[in-house]
């Protein structure tokens, strides 16, 4: 059974950077051919994918997120991570780790982490 864990900073200023880390058990990041995305949700929106970093290692970006993402991985924690940089209230949400397959079907997903940006 794999299991998602995520863990943010729960309050983030307007500006500065948000990280996100969500932490894998029962499964490694490096098993053949399986996706591993940041997913958000805004208060009364629908889910917005933000990014995905494969198996491989290729990471993969929401075109209207790109220019402010990052999403790495640590193979030696099992760990991926998300930073988004500037972020402003919009940002607000609910961020998600999930996974899923090269069908892009998800199986597996986090509790998600409340994020808030505010001053």
């Known amino acids: 059974q794999v299991q998602l864990q995520e863990s943010g900073p729960g309050l983030v200023k307007p500006s500065q950077t948000l990280s996100a880390t969500c932490t894998v058990s029962?499964?490694?990041?490096?098993?053949?051919?399986?996706?591993w995305s940041w997913i958000r949700q805004p208060p009364g929106k629908g889910l917005e994918w933000i990014g995905d970093?494969?198996?491989?290692?290729?990471?993969y970006y929401s075109p209207s997120l790109k220019s402010r993402t990052s999403i790495s991985r640590d193979t030696s924690k099992n760990q991926f991570t998300l930073q988004l940089n500037h972020v402003t209230p919009e940002d607000t949400a609910v961020y998600y780790c999930?996974?899923?397959?090269?069908?892009?079907?998800?199986?597996?997903w986090g509790q998600g982490t409340q994020v808030t940006v505010s001053s």
């Open positions: 029962g499964g490694s990041i490096t098993t053949n051919y399986y996706y």
């Open positions: 970093i494969a198996y491989s290692g290729t990471t």
């Open positions: 999930a996974r899923h397959s090269s069908a892009r079907v998800y199986d597996y």
